[in-house]
Each structure stands twice: as C-alpha cells, then as structure tokens.
T-cell receptor, first 112, second 113 residues
Framework: SAVISQKPSRDICQRGTSLTIQCQVD?????MFWYRQQPGQSLTLIAT?????????ESGFVIDKFPISRPNLTFSTLTVSNMSPEDSSIYLC?????????FGPGTRLTVT | AQSVTQPDIHITVSEGASLELRCNYS??????LFWYVQSPGQGLQLLLK??????LVQGIKGFEAEFKRSQSSFNLRKPSVHWSDAAEYFC???????????FGKGTRLHILP
C-alpha cells in the first residue's frame, strides 16, 4: 500500500492570496493527481502531476490558477493562486502504484 | 473520453432492506470501474473494483457490483443495509490501471430506522 500525507490539513485564507499544498507519498509511485471536491460535490480532476515536466490539466483548469510541481517520484505541490471564495474546497492528492490508486486525506481550504 | 453517470442523487432505504445504486459509464473499450464510499467528514474508501474476469465483483462491507457490458452499467448492490451505510457513494471509471480516475457525481444514501 501507499500512505499519502498532505500539508496543511486545513487553512483559512483571504481572497487574493495564494496557498501551496504539499503531497508526500511514502514510496515511489508512477502517477500523481490532484482533485478538487467542492462542498457537497463529487471529486473533479484538476490535473495529472508529471515528474520533471509540466502538469497535464483537465478542461476548465489552467496552470496560472493551479500551478503544480512534481520534482520527484514521491512529492508534489499544488498552488491555488489569487484565491476567491469559489476556491473553497477540499483538495486531494492521489497516487498510483502497482495499479492501485490511493488518496490523501485532503486539504480543506476556506477562502474568506 | 470516459465518463460516468449516476442517475440517482439521493436514495432512501430502510435498514435491513436491499440496496442497488446505479452507475452507467461511457467508454469505447473495456473500462476499469470502481465504487468508492465517503462518509460525512471522512476520506474516500474503495469498496470494490473491476478490471477484468468475473463480472460479479465482491467488495468490502458486504457490497458487490456487477459489470454489464451490454448495458454499460456497473451497479452496486447490498442485500441488507445497516444504518452505518449512510454515506455518499461514487462510481468511477478509468481507461487503464495506471490512468486517471474520473468520478461520477455521487449518490447520497439515507437509511431509515
């Protein structure tokens, strides 16, 4: 199995600011992803975090708003830039190893 | 692109009754299918998955799901629900074992005592 940790677990931020969320996996994984879960909604895939190259974004998500880094096989960051109240969500990191997908506990973000 | 439809936003059943949650997928080839559960304030938990082989898949907590290619469906069933089964259930699809997972909008299950 893989254990995924995220930092911070929650935060309250002011609009217009940015927050960087860290995702750490306890062992090397092949794929890493970032999801958003807005209040009362399902999980929406933001992007695939590619190791050593630019992330692959899903429709409706752009790099300027959600820059992502993945410097190695166990770590990734997601930045939520120029935040607005609509960005209030849970942001989840996930990773695949040996055809098993694992999810982090999520980062609960509230934008005021 | 693959997609998932869960036609029921809310389902209410009585404790002890049987349950079936519907899921339809859209994908040209054989999909990889999943059911996840999320209890209030909790993280995601994988109930079961289908990759290949037997189309009736057994999962945890007494759940099972059946893959029906002709109907593009992967419905989740449980013969007798417990109050602790009240949660949000997500069906999900992937193109491959190592590919991104796309989630349906979810079905919220309510249990009557």
């Amino acid at each position: 199995s893989a254990v995924i940790s995220q930092k911070p677990s929650r935060d309250i931020c002011q609009r217009g600011t940015s927050l960087t969320i860290q995702c750490q996996v306890d062992s090397q994984v092949t794929m890493m992803f970032w999801y958003r879960q807005q209040p009362g909604q399902s999980l929406t895939l933001i992007a695939t975090a590619n190791q050593g190259s630019e992330a692959t974004y899903e429709s409706g998500f752009v790099i300027d708003k959600f820059p992502i880094s993945r410097p190695n096989l166990t770590f990734s960051t997601l930045t939520v830039s120029n935040m607005s109240p609509e960005d209030s969500s849970i942001y989840l990191c996930s990773a695949i190893r040996w055809a098993e997908q694992y999810f982090g506990p999520g980062t609960r973000l509230t934008v005021t | 692109a693959q997609s998932v439809t869960q036609p029921d936003i809310h389902i209410t059943v009585s404790e002890g009754a049987s349950l079936e949650l519907r899921c339809n997928y859209s994908y040209g080839a054989t999909p990889y299918l999943f059911w996840y559960v999320q209890s209030p304030g909790q993280g995601l938990q994988l109930l079961l998955k289908y990759f290949s082989g037997d189309t009736l898949v057994q999962g945890i907590k007494g759940f099972e799901a059946e893959f029906k290619r002709s109907q593009s469906s992967f419905n989740l069933r449980k013969p007798s629900v417990h109050w602790s089964d009240a949660a949000e259930y997500f069906c999900a699809v992937s193109r491959d074992r190592d590919d991104k997972i796309i989630f349906g909008k979810g079905t919220r299950l309510h249990i009557l005592p």
